[in-house]
């Protein structure tokens, strides 16, 4: 079975600092690894995903995640934050692609300090 | 990408009805999936739809409960049955890349429940 861990609840940074949303993962096959970002009111949208291939991946809004296998990792960062990356976001992973189940980790909310 | 509209996007229902919750999306897709969005948890899987076949349901899910239709290729409805405050959560639905040229998974923008 799949796991995702996103440690904390909330992630409070200044605007302009750096941003790092942690995320670990279990799984038994090779996974596929996403992050999705939640604004109020809104749908999920996603930030980036990892399939194959080069371990850095960028996304959109000036995100970026590594694909650290030896960690079982997939953290989130961005060099300065922006008031407008305020939302909540959500680490997920599959096994086979996304025509294939997401498993979700809690999610984390960002907040941006002016 | 797919654009997935979702009815009705919130709802206040009385305790013992029941929801039923539309997904309606602009391409042909195979599968499609419903979550479970509980207050301050994570997305939960309640099910898979496949047109033409019974859903697959995630285990703790039942299809008393959550009855799912899929009518054809572009579009399925989830019921919420005899409610109780405990369903109260934001449901999605969500289907893969209609051309399966891409590895992401689109989400409409979800229905607030709310059971008094």
């Known amino acids: 079975a799949q796991s995702v861990t996103q440690l904390g609840s909330h992630v409070s940074v200044s605007e302009g600092a750096l941003v790092l949303l942690r995320c670990n993962y279990s799984s038994s096959v090779p996974p596929y690894l996403f992050w999705y970002v939640q604004y109020p009111n809104q749908g999920l949208q996603l930030l980036l995903k990892?399939?194959?291939?080069?371990?850095l991946v960028k996304g959109i809004n000036g995100f970026e995640a590594e694909f650290k296998k030896s960690e079982t990792s997939f953290h989130l960062t961005k060099p300065s934050a922006h008031m407008s990356d305020a939302a909540e976001y959500f680490c997920?992973?599959?096994?086979?692609?996304?025509?294939?189940?997401?498993?979700f980790g809690k999610g984390i909310t960002l907040s941006v300090r002016p | 990408s797919a654009v997935i509209s979702q009815k009705p996007s919130r709802d206040i229902c009385q305790r013992g009805t029941s929801l039923t919750i539309q997904c309606q999306v602009d391409?042909?897709?195979?599968?499609m999936f419903w979550y479970r969005q509980q207050p301050g948890q994570s997305l939960t899987l309640i099910a898979t739809a496949n047109q033409g076949s019974e859903a697959t349901y995630e285990s703790g899910f039942v299809i008393d409960k959550f009855p799912i239709s899929r009518p054809n290729l572009t579009f399925s409805t989830l019921t919420v049955s005899n409610m109780s405050p405990e369903d109260s959560s934001i449901y999605l639905c969500?289907?893969?890349?209609?051309?399966?040229?891409?590895?992401?998974?689109?989400f409409g923008q979800g229905t607030r429940l709310t059971v008094v």
């Open positions: 391409s042909q897709v195979t599968m």
């Open positions: 969500s289907v893969e890349d209609p051309w399966g040229r891409d590895t992401e998974a689109f």
């Open positions: 997920a992973v599959s096994d086979a692609g996304a025509n294939s189940k997401l498993t």
């Open positions: 990892y399939t194959t291939g080069a371990t």
